[in-house]
């Protein structure tokens, strides 16, 4: 899929004076080579614009031929010890680090080639506001050439960014089992071997087809790999149905373990409904950060079981999408198992640890970057999503409602701080997040090519009030859109569906200010 850039806001719409979330707008992967010259490549962090006009960074080769850094004109470049600083993982960008703005700066140890990120302070002329970013440039010893600029990412609200880091999650682990290579059979001897809550299987680098296998992993065991793009797992055939993955994490007892450093690519199969990763069961507290998931036709992670808990986070969820014999794909799919003959809906705990937290991950070409059902909880918060033609009118966020009264539908949802962007190639307007069933709050989202603020709706709009599971308890603020009176109305800030206006009431259902008492659970999360 071409990378797609970002755009400056068209329009901006204050609902509250709340104090905005931090949202960080992040390009994803662009892979934009950096020519080995005087011009070089030009930077704009908010609009992706590689042209010299209104550009923040410029990379370039200086007299001797090595790589080189300037600055723009409203910029500058973090710096240590008078050269351009390769960021530490998980360093802050913040206004307390030392810049520099003028003259062709040193690169210092990003000669001796790899990955590096480099820390950006710069104005944004859409506000005229200070913002913090950064880029992430892999570089070749010794000149620093051939250069590839990989990502880059700023934080709309003018406070300090995070450089993506390894977390120490699998530090202490219980036992480490590492298979021969990544192929099937090998990883499958070594989960036989992790038995014990707390072990890890190591999966080492790699590029491997799995054809149709299945490993299945003992609850709180947990699966990592040698780094997203160095171990790749792969499907080519056809799976029959939801309950097949490349990796199955079991949670019996509610133990969890977690997965990380993997790349996952899924068959691109129209017919089928294979998944990258599934955590199945009472999943207690687990995590899955660092995976890249792509191509799987029901859901890139798919989290199904009773009340699960955990986060998901630094990760990428891409291309999962497939509309042959009904419409399916996620990046990540959050399914509890509550049932009116059954295990009875939770109860509603906006603000707590009680949910499915996904944060700081980009999406894109997804039919739904989240989908839920069945009493699930979650939280999307710090993420970018981007949607493309054929996936434009699924709703890039999503809480699904309950069919019948057989069945329950989303229990809450809490989503904030997100950027929803379109390729503004081939569109300008899209569905955005839309909102089914469940209760929950959405606020301090930036989505410019939005032309509404929320979607509202229930999955069967017809019989008496209320309707089972339908959204009564919806609060949205300080979302910014680009309203579109001529389609949506003179406000253009909820869009109720037609047959549902009679059932979803503006300040009985849903209401356009902050939940009171409401407080966002602690950011980042505990467990990263």
Same mark, same amino acid.
């Given at each position: 899929m071409p990378a797609c850039r970002l755009h400056p806001i068209m329009a901006v719409l204050l609902l509250t004076t709340v104090p905005a979330q931090a949202v960080v707008v992040d390009s994803g992967p662009v892979a934009i080579p950096v020519t080995a010259d005087a011009n070089g490549i030009h930077l704009n962090l908010v609009?992706? *614009?590689?042209?010299p006009a209104g550009s923040d960074l410029h990379i370039?080769?200086? @007299? &001797?031929?090595?790589?080189? /850094? @300037?600055a723009g004109a409203a910029a500058a470049v973090l710096v240590r010890d008078g050269a351009v600083a390769s960021l530490d993982e998980s360093l802050a960008v913040a206004p307390a680090a030392s810049y520099a703005s003028s003259g062709i700066l040193a690169p210092g140890r990003l000669l001796a080639g790899g990955v590096h990120h480099i820390g950006l302070r710069f104005v944004d =002329? @859409?506000?005229?506001?200070?913002?913090y970013g950064y880029v992430q440039l892999r570089t070749t010893a010794p000149l620093g050439y051939p250069a590839t600029l990989l990502r880059y990412a700023y934080e709309t609200a003018g406070a300090a960014i995070t450089?993506?880091? =390894? *977390?120490?999650?699998? *530090?202490?682990? /219980?036992?480490? /089992?590492? @298979?021969d290579s990544c192929e099937p059979a090998a990883v499958a001897e070594q989960a036989g071997k992790a038995v014990n809550p707390g072990s890890t299987v190591l999966i080492p680098a790699g590029d491997c087809e799995w054809q149709d296998e299945q490993v299945t992993f003992a609850p709180g065991v947990s699966v990592r790999g040698a780094g997203r793009g160095r171990t790749i797992l792969r499907r080519k055939l056809a799976m029959p149905d939801w309950t097949n993955a490349l990796l199955h994490?079991?949670?019996?007892?509610?133990?969890?373990?977690?997965?990380?450093?993997?790349?996952?690519? &899924?068959?691109?199969? =129209?017919a089928d409904l294979d998944n990258g990763i599934w955590l199945d069961g009472r999943c207690l507290d687990f995590t899955v950060r660092d995976v890249r998931a792509s191509g799987f036709s029901n859901a890139g992670i798919q989290v199904r079981g009773h009340d699960p808990r955990g986060v998901i986070y630094r990760s990428e969820l891409l291309s999962n999408f497939r509309c042959a014999g009904g419409c399916y794909g996620y990046g990540v799919v959050v399914y509890s198992d509550a049932d009116p003959e059954g295990p009875p809906m939770p109860p509603l705990a906006l603000g707590s640890a009680d949910a499915v937290f996904i944060e700081d991950s980009y999406f894109a070409d997804n039919r739904h970057a989240v989908a839920s059902n069945h009493g699930s909880r979650y939280v999307f918060r710090h993420n970018t999503v981007l949607t493309t033609a054929r996936t434009r009118g699924t709703g890039m966020i999503d809480a699904h409602g309950a069919g019948n009264t057989g069945e329950h539908g989303s229990r809450s949802y809490e989503i904030y701080a997100n950027y929803l962007g379109v390729d503004t190639r081939v569109m300008q307007t899209a569905d955005g997040i839309v909102i089914r069933g469940g209760d929950g709050v959405v606020f301090d989202n930036v989505m410019p090519w939005m032309p509404y603020e929320l979607r509202l709706r229930n999955e069967v709009c017809s019989g008496t009030y209320p309707l089972h599971d339908q959204p009564r308890e919806v609060h949205l603020w300080n979302?910014?859109?680009?309203?579109?009176p001529d389609i949506y109305g003179p406000t253009g800030a909820v869009w109720v569906d037609a047959a549902c206006v009679p059932y979803i009431v503006e300040n009985r259902d849903y209401y356009r200010f902050p939940r009171p008492g409401y407080l966002p659970y602690a950011y980042p999360h505990p467990l990263r």
């Open positions: 609009d992706g *614009s590689t042209l370039v080769a200086d @007299a &001797g031929g090595r790589l080189s /850094f @300037a =002329e @859409a506000g005229g506001a200070t913002r450089v993506p880091g =390894e *977390s120490r999650l699998f *530090s202490d682990t /219980f036992q480490t /089992f590492t @298979a994490l079991r949670c019996d007892g509610g133990r969890a373990g977690g997965v990380a450093d993997l790349t996952l690519i &899924g068959n691109a199969i =129209e979302n910014r859109f680009t309203p579109r």
